[in-house]
């Protein structure tokens, strides 16, 4: 039974560059979190879908950051332009009815 | 503005000992609240959770113990031990099934044989 799937797990970028990071949730799973994670900040809520509505968007994220869940299977997040404040961890999750909350393994972003 | 917050930021303890990580809240509306685990280059990890209804919940050698007047709660780790070693975050949610947690900022645990 595969849990939630991040790829890449390491990126790296050059400041303005664009990157997309990759989301497959746990099969079934009806509710869909990004999530950045820093030393400094801890873990903070980028987006929030539900049956693939955007329900949240993270509000001071809006501008550089957007999710996408084009099927209830797959999700990416675009951040454009990056910058190397954005240089953190970016965590995918995913919950399903009346269960606990899954986290993949993250995509640790290194912009330059 | 942090609506959870966690102490102390690391703990230090000798494996056989009872580590305790603290955890406060501000929103009354919170009635959810997990703990998740965190190793090095994993994603965090469901622990043990309790509801507000409750003010005890045990899993083994954890213990979340809830104070919904003083909006404090702790998990208590007995016979700590050295793969016990990670990051534990404290979360909240204001609806039961409702996932959107907040999170508190996390307090790193070494455990020294």
């Known amino acids: 039974d595969a849990g939630v799937t991040q790829t890449p797990r390491h990126e790296v970028a050059e400041k303005g560059q664009t990157i997309i990071l990759k989301c497959e949730p746990v099969?079934?799973?009806?509710?869909l979190f990004w999530y950045r994670q820093t030393k400094i900040q801890g873990l903070e809520l980028l987006s929030y879908f539900r049956s693939k509505s955007l329900m949240e968007d993270g509000g001071a994220f809006k501008d550089r950051f957007k999710a996408e869940m084009l099927n209830s299977s797959f999700s990416t997040l675009k951040i454009q332009p990056t910058e190397p404040k954005d240089s953190a961890v970016y965590l995918c999750?995913?919950?399903?009815?009346?269960?606990?909350?899954?986290f993949g393994k993250g995509t640790r972003l290194t912009v330059v | 503005q942090q609506q959870v917050r966690q102490s102390p930021q690391s703990l230090t303890v000798w494996e056989g000992e009872t580590a305790i990580l603290n955890c406060s809240y501000e929103?009354?509306?919170?009635?959810?609240f997990p703990w998740y685990q965190q190793f090095p280059g994993e994603g965090p990890a469901l622990l043990i959770s309790i509801l507000s209804v409750s003010d005890k919940k045990e899993d083994g050698r954890f213990t979340i113990f809830f104070n919904k007047r003083e909006k404090k709660l702790s998990l208590h780790i007995a016979d700590s031990q050295p793969g016990d070693s990670a990051t534990y975050f404290c979360a909240a949610s204001g609806n039961t099934g409702n996932y959107k947690y907040v999170f508190g900022a996390g307090t790193r645990l070494k455990v020294i044989a």
């Open positions: 099969s079934g799973h009806n509710d």
């Open positions: 929103n009354s509306a919170f009635d959810y």
């Open positions: 999750a995913s919950s399903g009815t009346a269960t606990e909350v899954f």
